[in-house]
């Protein structure tokens, strides 16, 4: 289980392969100059929080390699984060693990 620090706030765990498929969205996001609000699971609450380019974000992986990435993934959460400008970890599809 990896960690993702929003503005040096307490860490929520969030899986490997899932922390890095959302934080190749939100780096691309970020990149852009966009603002978007942010929706994770933290325990037994949903947490929900705005992003902008001025937010301090980490991103802190447990294994000692980068997961694989699932294109098809990547692009489901970009498209529901620019659909509703909320990006929310939905679940990954079954695809092609790439690269």
């Keep these: 289980m990896g960690v993702l620090i929003y503005n040096r706030g307490d860490p929520i765990e969030i899986d490997d392969r899932a922390l890095a498929h959302l934080q190749v969205v939100i780096i691309d996001k970020l990149r852009r100059g966009e603002?978007?609000?942010l929706t994770l699971?933290?325990?037994h609450h949903v947490l929900t929080s705005w992003v902008s380019?001025?937010?301090a974000i980490e991103f802190?992986?447990?294994?000692n390699r980068r997961p694989s990435l699932n294109h098809a993934w990547l692009e489901d959460l970009a498209g529901e984060?620019?659909?509703t400008g909320i990006l929310t970890l939905v679940p990954e599809p079954a695809a092609?693990?790439?690269?």
């Design 35 to 37: 603002h978007f609000a």
């Design 41 to 43: 699971p933290d325990g």
């Design 53 to 55: 380019p001025r937010s």
């Design 60 to 63: 802190i992986y447990r294994g």
């Design 81 to 83: 984060a620019g659909a």
């Design 96 to 99: 092609e693990r790439v690269r």
